[in-house]
């Protein structure tokens, strides 16, 4: 039996969770001393200690626990947590039908109904990320309701609550046959090469499904394609099947070339007509444009925060900046996917980085297309930070 505390929520906020609001924030509650164990069940409640919602304890970088009820007769146990993964089970009916598409989101934290964790599926096998200590005391609640509910080969788990929110390395192994990795997934198609036992990356963003859909059917045919941060070459790899000229693939880290190597063969691309190129995005700017080098199509999807040994970026304060890098090296009547997947800003602040960056530059654009996390990533309207996905199809003009 988990121990139960009583927590008062300040009075500013009070509307805020009727509404809905899930995540408990610090500022939020008159007091944290009586919050001692990661997993505790917290009753909170007003000033006149009248019950708003139910939820645990659990510290992460967005808050310190998550509201799963706002029932006071409801029991936090394993009929609690098999309703919630049933009902996200069922509404992902249509992607567990779809041969063309074998990896997506199964179950997505608070847009499901329990924040913290995240469950992603893989050609028969699944993937528990856990967000907190917090949530990790429920984990055998987790597992016995998943492997009730659906068939697997294997389920692995990622334990994501490290020092300041980092991966803790260990055996991620949890039930069924272990992996021959790497698996093969399919996204609209296309192989994707799956590892679920090499650290915190998998070797696909499963968010990025629908615009890399457009880049392929609508924008690759005859472009040249500069794919930023790269990772593992899924933009390139479809901008490569949906007819481009010739993609690059920038990105850091040295396991991008081997993996963006392994995605081209596995489509039957001819990785040597492409280029593959490990580097500092941000210096790969600068040589471009001593180089004068020019692309008819850019991805740029950066993550919130980098850091190289010359370049510090944090998205919120440098995106309009690398923007106008990119405006710099992209053909007349071109175009940008400007993506990120910071959740401290919303779509209209994005779209105000846009507006700065094309008026210091000079240069007149048309927004195409917007995206938003796909379907199979739940969120909850009340929770605006859950839909952190912001995308931009942007042509010069």
């Not at 009727?18 to 924030?25: F, M």
């Not at 944290?32 to 645990?56: Q, S």
């Amino acid at each position: 039996m988990k121990n139960e505390v009583t927590v008062t929520l300040r009075n500013k906020v009070i509307k805020k969770f009727k509404s809905g609001y899930p995540l408990v924030q610090k500022s939020f509650v008159e007091s944290t001393h009586m919050l001692k164990d990661e997993g505790m069940i917290m009753n909170l409640v007003d000033n006149n200690g009248d019950f708003i919602g139910k939820g645990y304890y659990g510290s992460q970088n967005k808050g310190i626990g998550w509201v799963l009820s706002h029932r006071q007769e409801d029991e936090i146990d394993q009929s609690f947590f098999e309703k919630r993964l049933k009902k996200a089970i069922h509404g992902r009916k249509g992607f567990y039908k779809d041969t063309d598409t074998t990896a997506f989101r199964v179950f997505n934290g608070e847009g499901d109904g329990i924040g913290g964790f995240t469950i992603d599926y893989f050609a028969g096998y699944y993937l528990i990320n856990f967000y907190s200590e917090g949530i990790y005391t429920f984990r055998s609640l987790i597992l016995e309701s998943l492997q009730k509910l659906v068939e697997y080969t294997a389920i692995y788990e990622k334990k994501r609550f490290g020092k300041q929110g980092q991966y803790i390395e260990e055996d991620e192994f949890v039930a069924g046959e272990r992996g021959d990795f790497p698996i093969i997934v399919k996204e609209n198609g296309v192989n994707f090469a799956v590892y679920l036992n090499e650290g915190a990356m998998v070797g696909v963003f499963l968010d990025q499904r629908e615009v890399r859909k457009k880049i392929r059917d609508e924008y690759a045919e005859g472009q040249s394609v500069l794919n930023m941060f790269s990772y593992t070459g899924a933009f390139s790899v479809f901008a490569a099947l949906g007819g481009a000229s010739h993609t690059t693939s920038v990105d850091l880290a040295n396991r991008s070339y081997a993996k963006t190597i392994e995605n081209f063969s596995l489509n039957g691309i001819d990785f040597e007509a492409h280029d593959i190129v490990v580097e500092d995005v941000f210096q790969y700017f600068k040589y471009a444009k001593r180089k004068n080098k020019l692309f008819d199509l850019i991805v740029l999807d950066p993550p919130s925060f980098a850091r190289s040994k010359k370049t510090l970026f944090k998205a919120e304060k440098d995106y309009t900046n690398l923007l106008k890098e990119t405006i710099a090296i992209t053909e007349k009547r071109g175009t940008i996917v400007a993506s990120t997947n910071c959740s401290t800003f919303n779509m209209k602040k994005f779209k105000s980085f846009v507006d700065t960056a094309f008026k210091d530059m000079n240069v007149k654009f048309r927004i195409e297309w917007e995206y938003s996390l796909p379907q199979d990533y739940k969120t909850l309207p009340e929770y605006e930070e859950g839909n952190y996905l912001k995308v931009l199809f942007i042509r010069l003009l």
